[in-house]
């Protein structure tokens, strides 16, 4: 199994920017995907973001499209979600997940690995 921690969450104002990272050890060539997902109370759990470890590639979320951005560093085994122009509704606990053979990046169970979470608040 992979562990996974989370870090950059706070506070914020409406407009602003954050960057969050997530730290993973126990990083093998069995994870093929990393994701960010986000949660808020009563509602389910819905992917942000996601990165194929292998090249790169990425999926986003359409309500974060052209505004939040994913990337990583395999050499430090990181990953980041660099995350622009904020809105009220952006206000979740985020969360890093890693899967191995996911088919649907975006989809909560094709990751079997998860972060305790790191909390995100946009402000007026």
């Known amino acids: 199994e992979v562990q996974l921690v989370e870090s950059g969450g706070g506070s914020v104002q409406a407009g602003g920017s954050l960057r969050l990272s997530c730290a993973a050890s126990?990083?093998?060539?069995?994870?093929?995907?990393m994701a960010w997902f986000r949660q808020v109370p009563g509602k389910e759990r819905e992917g942000v973001a996601s990165?194929?470890?292998?090249?790169?590639?990425?999926n986003y979320a359409d309500s974060v499209k052209g505004r939040f951005t994913i990337s990583q560093d395999n050499a430090k085994n990181m990953v980041y979600l660099e995350m622009t122009s904020l809105k009220l509704e952006d206000t979740a606990m985020y969360y890093c997940?890693?899967?191995?053979?996911?088919?649907?990046?975006?989809?909560?169970?094709?990751?079997?690995?998860w972060g305790q979470g790191t909390q995100v608040t946009v402000s007026s």
């Open positions: 990165i194929y470890t292998r090249d790169g590639s990425t």
């Open positions: 997940a890693a899967g191995r053979y996911v088919a649907d990046h975006l989809a909560r169970h094709e990751y079997n690995a």
């Open positions: 126990g990083y093998t060539d069995k994870t093929t995907s």
